[in-house]
């Protein structure tokens, strides 16, 4: 069965603090990793990532793949209060048009 | 352009009763998925119809579940004879294609059943 790990499953730092989640995966037939923010509200798409090694970047966001490793990382630096939410990690599943969800990250910046 | 409609937003239903969660998808968009998230975890695929068409309904539970999606007019979730274990937040998503960072989430309807 495919799975989608991700840790920890809650984490409170401080603002200014640099956190980095964890994503880890095991599927059939990869295709694809995506990263998710969620705010009580609709999932808001932050990357997606095909090629190992390659940072992808947004402002203080990045993230990276290592398909040897089967995992992924999200980092955020000089964290600010609405950074906060839950960051959900998924993998597109190739051959089948739907995505496997970790069970998220809850972040919470603390002032 | 609306983003992905849902609606309602918050349905409580007694248990027993049925429960009806609509979605309108992006404008030009064909593909729709539904996802559940039972509370403190992680969104599990349910799924995905095109027009008049299921795909891959692999993620419903086999009974009291359905989904359509009409020639016309919004795709519907419908839980017949509902019960407590099927209180969550239900995502209606849309997409132009199949790859992954073209789909779009709804708001959630958040279903309480009392």
């Known amino acids: 069965e495919d799975k989608v790990v991700q840790s920890p499953l809650s984490l409170v730092v401080h603002e200014g603090d640099t956190v980095t989640l964890n994503c880890s995966y095991e599927?059939?037939?990869?295709?694809?990793l995506l990263w998710y923010k969620q705010e009580k509200k609709a999932p808001t798409f932050l990357f997606m990532l095909?090629?190992?090694?390659i940072e992808k970047k947004s402002g203080r966001l990045s993230s990276i793949l290592d398909k040897k490793e089967l995992s992924s990382i999200l980092n955020i630096t000089a964290t600010q209060t609405g950074d906060s939410a839950i960051y959900l990690c998924a993998v597109e599943v190739q051959g089948a048009q739907k995505l496997v969800f970790g069970q998220g990250t809850r972040l919470t910046i603390n002032p | 352009n609306a983003g992905v409609m849902q609606n309602p937003r918050h349905l409580v239903r007694r248990r027993g009763q049925e429960a009806r969660l609509r979605c309108s998808p992006m404008?030009?968009?064909?593909?729709v998925y539904w996802y559940r998230q039972l509370p403190e975890e992680g969104l599990k695929f349910m799924v995905y119809?095109?027009?008049?068409?299921?795909?891959?309904e692999s993620g419903m539970p086999k009974e009291r579940f359905s989904a359509e999606f009409p020639k016309e007019g919004p795709s519907i979730l419908r839980i017949q004879q509902v019960v407590r274990g099927d209180s969550a937040a239900y995502f209606c998503?849309?997409?132009?294609?199949?790859?992954?960072?073209?789909?779009?989430f709804g708001e959630g309807s958040w279903l309480t059943v009392v």
């Open positions: 998503a849309s997409s132009l294609d199949i790859r992954g960072n073209t789909i779009y």
């Open positions: 404008k030009g968009h064909s593909h």
């Open positions: 095909t090629s190992s090694g």
């Open positions: 119809l095109q027009k008049e068409n299921i795909i891959d």
């Open positions: 599927v059939t037939n990869f295709r694809s």
